[in-house]
């Protein structure tokens, strides 16, 4: 088994050079991403909203021995600023091999409380800036039969209370980048969708947001940083991670409904919110 290795498999060394382009990478597994990216010798271009974060991330990409660290820092809440940061992969590297789609807006994790302008704000930092990201980034990645790999969770696949408008984003995700895929098939282009069905993972946000009401431990997020990019650079079709989590819950959500959502709901304490 050892020596066996066929094309589909994963060498760090596929990495080296790559110009990537990482979303949400002040934090969390974004961060993380950005650290084995820059292990693996990959050029990064990182963003999110906080500089001061940044610029530490930035720095310790330099000490792992990337071959090119540099940030942006704005709200993905303007599409404006989505394609901005398309922009300056073009005119720093003129070209991109992989789009990481990774960033999330603030959400609560509590009863939905009517708060429409709040899913409004939430599709646009969750779910249209990725759109927007794609778009700009299409013309680079047809260039390079690149990757974009877009960070989903199960709440994308089967809905837990509390986290409705959330849930919707990733929703809406599943259904735009599927469809593109067909296209991206029917018109013969090169270009991978890696769609990253996530289950409870150990960043600071989502251990603060959920930890007192959530059963079950959180997986690693170093851990979870390296299968991403892993299913990215294989050009996989979806990644779950932890697989033993997601797999059982995924299959379960067609073949018996109601008896997951009871289990979901059993998996979170009572008086959740
Ligand atoms: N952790 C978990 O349990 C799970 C996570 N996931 C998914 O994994 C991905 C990463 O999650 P995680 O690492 O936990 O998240 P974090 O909260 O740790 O990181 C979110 C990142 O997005 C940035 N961000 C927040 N608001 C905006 C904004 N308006 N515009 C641009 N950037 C913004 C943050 O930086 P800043 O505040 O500086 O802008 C930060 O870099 C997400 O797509 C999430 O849905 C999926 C399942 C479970
Ligand atoms: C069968 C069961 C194991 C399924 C239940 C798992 C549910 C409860 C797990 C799986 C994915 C998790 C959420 C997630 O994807 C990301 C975030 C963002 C973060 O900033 C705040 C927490 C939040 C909303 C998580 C909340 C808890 C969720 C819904």
């Not at 002040?26 to 271009?45: D, P």
Request: glycine content about 8%.
């Amino acid at each position: 088994v050892y020596f066996y290795s066929g094309p589909g498999n994963f060498s760090e060394e596929m990495l080296r050079g790559k110009r990537v382009i990482v979303t949400g990478a002040s934090s969390g597994i974004g961060e993380q991403m950005a650290y084995h990216l820059a292990r693996m010798g990959a050029h990064v271009l990182l963003t999110a909203r906080t500089e001061a974060k940044l610029q530490k991330v930035v720095d310790k990409c330099l000490d792992l021995g990337a071959a090119s660290a540099r940030y942006v820092s704005g709200s993905m809440e303007s599409t404006a600023f989505a394609e901005e940061v398309v922009k300056e992969a073009e005119i720093t590297w003129g070209g991109l091999d992989m789009l990481i789609l990774n960033h999330i807006g603030h959400s609560f994790f509590d009863f939905f409380n009517g708060d429409v302008d709040h899913v409004r704000k939430l599709m646009e930092t969750n779910f249209l800036s990725y759109v927007a990201m794609t778009v700009s980034a299409l013309p680079m990645l047809k260039e390079s039969e690149g990757s974009i790999v877009v960070v989903s969770s199960i709440s994308g696949k089967v809905a837990s209370p509390f986290t409705a408008p959330y849930s919707a984003t990733k929703f809406a995700l599943e259904g735009f980048f599927s469809s593109l895929r067909h296209e991206f098939i029917i018109e013969n282009v090169n270009v991978s969708i890696t769609l990253c069905i996530l289950g409870y993972i150990n960043t600071e946000n989502a251990v603060r947001t959920v930890s007192h009401v959530i059963k079950g431990a959180p997986a690693p997020k170093e851990e979870c940083a390296l299968e991403i990019i892993r299913s990215g650079a294989l050009r996989q079709r979806e990644l779950h991670y932890p697989a033993s989590i997601v797999t059982p819950t995924v299959l379960l959500r067609d073949f018996a409904p109601d008896f997951l959502d009871g289990l979901v709901r059993s998996n979170l304490r009572h008086g959740a919110a």
